[in-house]
């Protein structure tokens, strides 16, 4: 049987800075600047705060394991909130305390609801393919809300500060680059993992057809191997490196590879040995409730005819199921320590 597959995905919430960098903490919220800069402050703190839980959970810890990184994330959330809520309006504006408020609020729903029960279909994602789609789906719809969330403070800040006569200075921070980078490590990562992951559970439903020997579940699981197995290297094929790394591309196409090539060639090897051996068994049944007088030289050359195909067969299956078992086990082992290695090296750290 295959190897325990080790799944890891880094969130794939967007955080970003806005234009104005933090500085030391406010004093007068009656000068635009400084009002701008109180509310970016404390913006500043949650990305920290994000970007942090998304390094625990990229580097190896599963979402349920840093579940009080997310906690810790959503007190900051509130406490932003709770701050900006109560700050008073500039010059009779509330345009920008109210939109960031709803950012926040925003964020805390996504945190809170949407990521809660993405921390739940974690734990039954690997149950089936569209589990895991799910799953991966679910993360991208959090993204794309709160992204959208943001757009529109983004634009409200626009606006504002047009209004009031503060000219921002937009940022490339190392903070926003950190972010930027793990989560295009996220996307590219579930992108290739749901290629590996279609075939991969396809071919567990395969395994457990052989194990019961149900020739006719046997044929059909192979076909639709076969069929995923192609499927999944032609979108390989489509696929650019990531920043030149091409490791985790690789490791998948050699895995489907070898599935393509298991359905196409050894699988009939296989079912041929448990067509023998249903064969051999009621020829037995047969020859066994014959009394021994009764038994003709022309039942025994057939019982003996095909217990030698069955046995013959059989020292087949043995030699290729064990060159099957190694091969995917070694390959699956192979993925998962590329998946793992490509994570670790691209995903940034952030403590």
């Known amino acids: 049987m295959p190897l325990r597959l080790r799944f890891r995905s880094a969130c794939a919430f967007v955080f970003l800075s806005l234009f104005i960098l933090p500085t030391a903490k406010a004093q007068n919220l009656n000068e635009p600047g400084t009002y701008m800069t109180y509310i970016n402050n404390h913006h500043y703190e949650i990305t920290k705060d994000f970007m942090s839980y998304t390094s625990a959970v990229a580097h190896g810890k599963s979402a349920r394991k840093v579940e009080k990184r997310r906690q810790a994330l959503l007190q900051t959330v509130t406490d932003a909130r709770r701050k900006v809520t109560v700050m008073p309006a500039l010059e009779g504006d509330k345009s920008l305390r109210d939109s960031t408020a709803r950012f926040l609020m925003t964020s805390f729903h996504l945190l ?40 529109a403070l983004k634009n409200t800040e626009k606006s504002f500060a047009e209004k009031h006569r503060v000219q921002l200075v937009s ?35 395969l395994m457990d057809a052989l194990s019961r020997k149900d020739v006719n579940a046997i044929e059909q699981n192979r076909n639709t191997l076969l069929s995923y197995a ?41 079912t041929g040995f448990f067509l023998k051996e249903e ?21 025994i050359d057939q019982y003996n005819q095909a217990a030698n195909e069955m046995n013959k067969a ?38």
Request: net charge neutral; aromatic share 10%.
């Open 112 to 151: 809170n609801d949407d990521y809660g029960k993405i921390v739940n279909l974690e734990e039954v994602a690997e149950q089936s393919y569209d589990a895991m789609e799910a799953y991966m789906l679910a993360q991208e719809l959090a993204s794309q809300k709160l992204h959208n969330a943001f757009e």
């Open 171 to 205: 940022t490339d921070s190392e903070l926003s680059k950190t972010v930027e980078k793990a989560n295009r490590v996220s996307h590219y990562h579930g992108k290739v993992y749901l290629v590996f992951f279609k075939s991969y559970k396809q071919e567990m439903y």
């Open 230 to 270: 192609t499927e999944g290297i032609a979108k390989l094929d489509t696929m650019k490196t990531f920043d030149g790394d091409r490791s985790l591309i690789n490791a998948c196409r050699q895995l489907l590879e070898f599935q393509r090539a298991e359905c196409q060639d050894k699988i009939s090897v296989l």
């Open 279 to 299: 064969n051999f068994l009621k020829i037995k049944k047969a020859f066994d409730a014959k009394r021994e007088r009764e038994r003709t030289q022309a039942d």
């Open 314 to 351: 059989g020292a087949e299956v043995n030699t290729v199921s064990k060159t099957l078992n190694e091969n995917r086990n070694k390959l699956i082992d192979n993925w998962n320590k590329a998946s793992a290695n490509f994570m670790d090296k691209h995903t940034p750290k952030y403590k």
